[in-house]
């Protein structure tokens, strides 16, 4: 089992940064990939980034290509996305999720409750 709980979420104007947080609990932090999705209000829940158990691979979607980076602390047991040039688009429920690296959500078996990040224009 792994219990994930995220943090960092906020209200932020466009073109400013965030820092989301997910702390991990449980299972070895060292033995699972985890990532990032997020929901729009009346969307479905999409892909955003992911991170290998080492962090030596990552995967971005084409959305946030080259404004999102995702990093693991394996001293904390946490894994970080670093968002920057944030859109209004950018606005949703951001959601912590291990154990799988692709973008479907059926290949992470855990996930978080979810962090609001809104994006004023």
């Known amino acids: 089992q792994v219990q994930l709980v995220e943090s960092g979420g906020g209200l932020v104007q466009a073109g400013g940064s965030l820092r989301l947080s997910c702390a991990a609990s449980?299972?070895?932090?060292?033995?699972?990939?985890m990532g990032w999705f997020r929901q729009a209000p009346g969307k479905e829940r999409e892909f955003v980034a992911s991170?290998?158990?080492?962090?030596?691979?990552?995967r971005d979607a084409d959305s946030v290509k080259g404004r999102f980076t995702i990093s693991r602390d394996h001293a904390n047991k946490a894994v970080y996305l670093q968002m920057s040039s944030l859109k209004p688009d950018d606005t949703a429920v951001y959601y912590c999720?291990?154990?799988?690296?692709?973008?479907?959500?059926?290949?992470?078996?855990?996930w978080g409750q979810g962090t609001q990040v809104t994006v004023s224009s």
């Open positions: 991170i290998n158990w080492s962090g030596s691979n990552t």
């Open positions: 449980g299972r070895p932090f060292s033995t699972y990939s």
């Open positions: 999720a291990a154990g799988g690296l692709g973008p479907r959500l059926d290949e992470y078996p855990y």
